[in-house]
């Protein structure tokens, strides 16, 4: 898989995802443990930074909590949107592997759902960075999927999706190791789980409006094609009507 399709157009997905990709409760749930993590309460004066921010999924509720919250993503259109969601945060369009901030700014710095996004051999640069930035004793908030979960997804059944995804994300135990080279004194990572109601129709329906980036990379002709035999395979193997998935996330937590 080339570097140069390992992330996709932002530019074109912003809107649709502004639209559709809004917090599910399972999202929630990550967002609470994030504010456990980094000590976030009001009056506590804590500064925090998101590499990868997006439309301000996470942002926009995190900078109603902190004294000084920043944004930081490479794609203008997606910070275009953040910006319009919320006012109290500042945004930086930059490269997270070279952040345009002072050293030890940060009691924590967050980057969920990101790290796949980044050419594999860019990661220790973005993880020195994030150590760079953070104070003393303070933490990286990484949230990602272990490569188990993503077999055991729905959207495995996407053809090409699967095999793609193996090659962005990598196991936990390598993130771990990357952030201990990186200079972090501690890093250990947990899962958080939630039963969760899908459809195929439902699932269908995010798949065509690509709001999973795997799927935002597939050539436009087999995407299409794929698109049609994801229908196949999702109403064989769970019909029509509502099934239960146990959907996963991974935190990461390394301390400077």
Not at 19 to 39: M, N, Q, S, T
Not at 98 to 114: G, M, N, Q, R, S
Not at 238 to 245: D, N, R, S, V
């Amino acid at each position: 898989m080339p570097k140069s399709t390992w992330a996709p157009d932002y530019s074109k997905l912003a809107a649709t995802y502004d639209r559709y990709r809004r917090l599910k409760p399972v999202d929630h749930l990550v967002l609470d443990r994030l504010i456990e993590l980094a000590g976030i309460s009001r009056g506590r004066g804590v500064s925090l930074l998101e590499m990868g921010c997006g439309t301000g999924n996470y942002i926009t509720p995190l900078s109603r909590l902190v004294e000084k919250g920043i944004g930081l993503d490479i794609s203008k259109d997606m910070l275009r949107r953040a910006l319009w969601r919320c006012r109290e945060a500042s945004f930086i369009l930059s490269d997270a592997a070279a952040v345009p901030l002072i050293p030890e700014a940060f009691d924590a710095v967050i980057a969920v759902l990101v790290i796949h996004q980044i050419w594999k051999d860019k990661r220790p640069t973005v993880f020195k960075e994030a150590f760079r930035v953070l104070k003393p004793r303070g933490k990286l908030l990484i949230v990602t999927f272990d490569p188990a979960f993503l077999r055991e997804h729905p959207y495995s059944l996407f053809p090409g999706v699967l095999e793609m995804d193996l090659e962005r994300f990598c196991p936990i135990s390598e993130l771990e190791e990357i952030l201990i080279q990186a200079g972090f004194s501690r890093v250990g990572s947990e899962e958080i789980s939630m039963q969760m109601r899908y459809s195929s129709k439902g699932l269908l329906e995010s798949a065509s409006k690509k709001l999973i980036s795997t799927m935002a990379l597939l050539p436009e002709e087999g995407f299409k094609s794929g698109l049609e035999e994801f229908k196949r395979r999702l109403l064989s193997r769970y019909g029509e009507g509502e099934f239960t998935f146990t959907y996963k996330s991974s935190i990461l937590v390394a301390i400077k």
